[in-house]
């Protein structure tokens, strides 16, 4: 009787490679190839178009059109608001956001889910809706109305009602970027360094807070870029007169309305800088974050 001889059986190479590829890449390619087409022309046809269309548009009268759009009287005062609207609220944020973010996470206390609803309560809320709260508040005909004309306080259409209403939807972004990450942190830290004898504040400034430095830089990022483009709120608490209470968003839709594009997109298109400036620093943090 023949020995049977065992068949041996071929040795497969792109079994244990293909087993350790992620399932998306298992796809065939014919998917692959049309879920990456339709992402860019997606992208290409609602972002990279629009844009360019912004700097086609700006610079389609000449750089000396272009200058003269941007420091006009009217367009330097929207900017110099914006910024100075900017530099109040975003350290006002911080202060805020850290404070939230360290009370929720490192104590225990009746009503938290309460707070972090409210913190969030911005997200839901229209920009204008907010607006008209402000108005109704501190308006003419408001809450404190008459109070205010009487102590000669002017809160809307001036710059404490601008930035009131920004306060108001960049409230969120400072405190929702921290408490995730300080919740996954825990407070183990802490603890030790206060059982070692540090204070409540020394432990804050040399545990907690490099511990969530990238995190901070990131909502301030995200608040900065909100605060510059909010329109809703802060276009019914402004009052849109020109040359003293329009931001960058506000003149640019005026002029818009009054067919002057060219201006319009100009200014636009410092906006639409500060913006990819904005996303080059969150990326930038963002890499810094995974890294350190």
């Known amino acids: 009787m023949a020995e049977q001889i065992p068949i041996e059986q ?40 629009p844009l360019a269309t912004i700097f086609i548009t700006a610079f389609e009268k000449g750089w000396d059109t272009y200058v003269a759009s941007i420091t006009h ?78 102590n000669d306080i002017k809160i809307v259409f001036a710059l404490p009602g601008i930035v009131l209403a920004t306060i108001f939807v960049t409230l969120p972004f400072v405190a929702r970027e921290l408490i995730p990450l300080m919740q996954a942190q825990g407070t183990t830290e802490e603890e030790a360094s206060i059982s070692l004898g540090a204070s409540g504040f020394k432990t804050f400034i040399l545990v907690t807070l490099p511990n969530i430095k990238w995190g901070l830089l990131y909502g301030l990022i995200l608040c900065n870029a909100r605060a510059i483009g909010e329109f809703g709120a802060v276009s019914v608490v402004s009052g849109h007169i020109r040359g003293m209470t329009n931001t960058m968003p506000l003149h640019i839709e005026i002029l818009y309305n009054e067919y002057q594009f060219s201006a319009a997109f100009a200014v636009a298109s410092l906006m639409s800088i500060l913006a990819i400036i904005t996303i080059i620093i969150k990326n930038v943090i963002e890499w810094k974050s995974k890294h350190v």
């Open 73 to 150: 009287p009217d367009a330097l005062s929207a900017i110099k608001l914006t910024l100075l609207v900017t530099a109040i609220v975003v350290p006002l944020n911080a202060i805020f956001g850290l404070l939230a973010a360290w009370y929720i996470t490192k104590f225990s206390f009746r009503g938290k889910n309460i707070l972090i609803t409210l913190i969030d309560l911005p997200f839901a809320i229209s920009p204008v809706i907010a607006g008209l709260v402000f108005i109704l508040l501190f308006g003419a005909q408001g809450l404190f109305g008459e109070w205010l004309f009487t």
């Open 10 to 49: 071929p040795i497969s190479t792109s079994t244990p490679v293909a087993a350790k590829r992620p399932i998306a890449l298992q796809e065939p390619v014919f998917v692959r190839f049309t879920l990456t087409f339709i992402a860019l022309a997606f992208l290409a046809l609602f972002l990279v178009l």
